[in-house]
């Protein structure tokens, strides 16, 4: 039995150069330019991901290296596509699926070195993230403007953005291939927007203890503490959220106030109007509420 042909290449999921097992190859020769394309089917020796790689061989630019060596060019392409040094973003599917999608062509076309397709996909990615986080305005340049007065992006990170939607505009507007260099710090710069927005949030909810922003969720923190707390108890909101009350950083007093009204109008039931008075020592009043 022959033995099997092992070469070294880009592994996709080791993110390195790594030996594989030629499962199959397929040779093709074209005499007339002495040119030898093979067609193979590798395996990697350590993580035994499969991938299609293609070696254009050019025996008629054969040059000499040494005094009894000689180098054939060869012209390697390996499918699915690698990017040497970077990897996908593990937690992708934590954002908007429109996100998430996006990102992914993008990627794909940077691979597939597609660098026209891959600057006008980048930029569509902060589109797609404007859509997703309801930011308003008339061009993306307005868009970019509001995700930083939103407070969703540093003015560092907006005036980045700015530079990828300029490598976008001239990709769509001019044709403009952009290098694979600044395609690769582009898309850094998309990750990081993905991740900042995305997938930090997710992986640091129920682990850290995160502002709580919306009145919904204040409602559902609300309602743990409550069931926690006999009936009949009249304490001020601090008192009923405890420690926990520093989560709701700058929107205690907005919940506070949207609360009250639910509990005028009847739409809220698990607390009752009590007395407005001091606690403590404090010379500030509190509304208090009563656990029903």
């Known amino acids: 039995m022959a033995e099997e042909k092992t070469v ?174 600044s395609l690769i710090i582009a898309l850094r710069i998309v990750e990081h927007l993905i991740v900042n927005l995305y997938i930090l949030d997710q992986a640091a909810n129920g682990v850290l203890d995160t502002i709580i922003k919306t009145y919904d969720e204040f409602i559902k923190f609300l309602h743990k503490k409550i069931d926690k707390l006999e009936a009949g108890n009249e304490l001020p909101l601090i008192k009923i959220l405890g420690k926990d009350a520093r989560r709701f950083h700058g929107y205690l007093k907005s919940h506070e106030t949207a609360l009250i009204s639910s509990i005028a109008s009847g739409t809220y039931n698990k607390l009752s109007i009590g007395k407005v008075d001091s606690l403590s020592s404090s010379k500030e009043k509190f509304q208090h509420f009563i656990i029903v």
């Open 8 to 181: 070294l290449t880009p592994c996709g999921s080791c993110d390195r150069d790594t030996f594989h097992k030629v499962l199959f190859s397929k040779n093709e020769t074209e005499p007339e330019y002495h040119i030898e394309t093979s067609h193979q089917v590798v395996e990697c020796c350590g993580c035994r991901n499969r991938s299609f790689r293609k070696v254009v061989s050019d025996f008629e630019s054969v040059y000499k290296i040494s005094d009894d060596e000689w180098e054939v060019p060869q012209d390697i392409m390996i499918y699915p596509g690698i990017l040497k040094g970077h990897r996908s973003l593990p937690d992708i599917n934590e954002a908007p699926v429109v996100v998430s999608t996006i990102y992914r062509q993008s990627l794909n076309a940077i691979k597939d070195g597609a660098t026209i397709l891959a600057g006008i996909g980048l930029r569509a990615t902060i589109e797609a993230i404007c859509n997703t986080e309801g930011i308003s305005g008339r061009t993306l340049e307005n868009r970019i403007d509001n995700l930083e007065k939103k407070g969703l992006v540093s003015k560092k990170d907006a005036e980045r953005l700015h530079a990828i939607r300029f490598m976008g505009n001239d990709a769509a507007h001019e044709i403009q291939p952009t290098d694979q260099r």
